[in-house]
């Protein structure tokens, strides 16, 4: 597969990697940004309730596809606690046409802002600076996916500007090997209730 310029992404935020954990999102301003005090390592998570993040996620994809392959993603929820990341969001239903929730952890290391997490989907490579989160996955363990075509068409003629056929194209190909990439920025966050994050549907 034709890799989608976007991965330029990933090695721009290895080079910049520099963060403590606690940049991750943490106990510093609610920007989540640099400032933040404490023991890289140390719970990232406010006491009050969950971290949440609005993002985007990306397929690779040809040039003349480039422009599709980007979704708005509302709900993800990432934080590091105790050296140990978890990722979850729901995929976005304008790539998948269903409803498809996915979850991974693993270690991540705050000498280098890295960590592979896994999860019953695949696997998510991420990478952090002091502002953003960027985690390349593969999920092969999605397949068989049955995406709803209807559903897709229907929402990209709502929210892309391009050729509704270009968005089919990007589902695809996704559905035939889900890989992607989820990239969100720390500033956006927003704090879930003390239960715990819901069960969202973008």
Known sequence: ?????????LVFAAACGGASSNDLG???????????????????????????YSGDYDV?????????ATYKTAEVHWTVVNGTARLAYNLPKGLVGDSIRVDFSGPFD???NKGTLTGPAGTSECVATATTVTCTETMRG?????AD???VEAIAR??????????????????GDPIGIIRFDLSTRVLQPAHGPEQDDD
């Open 142 to 146: 999605l397949l068989p996916i049955d």
């Open 1 to 9: 597969m034709t890799r989608f310029s976007v991965l330029g992404v």
């Open 26 to 52: 943490g106990s510093g301003s609610p920007g989540g940004g640099a400032g933040g005090s404490g023991t890289p390592g140390d719970a990232v998570t406010p006491a009050d309730g969950e971290a949440k």
């Open 60 to 68: 690779p994809v040809p040039p003349e596809l480039a422009a599709a």
């Open 149 to 151: 075509m209807e559903l």
């Open 110 to 112: 705050p000498a280098t």
């Open 158 to 175: 709502e929210e892309y500007a391009g050729p509704v056929q270009h968005r089919i194209d990007v589902t695809q190909r996704f559905i």
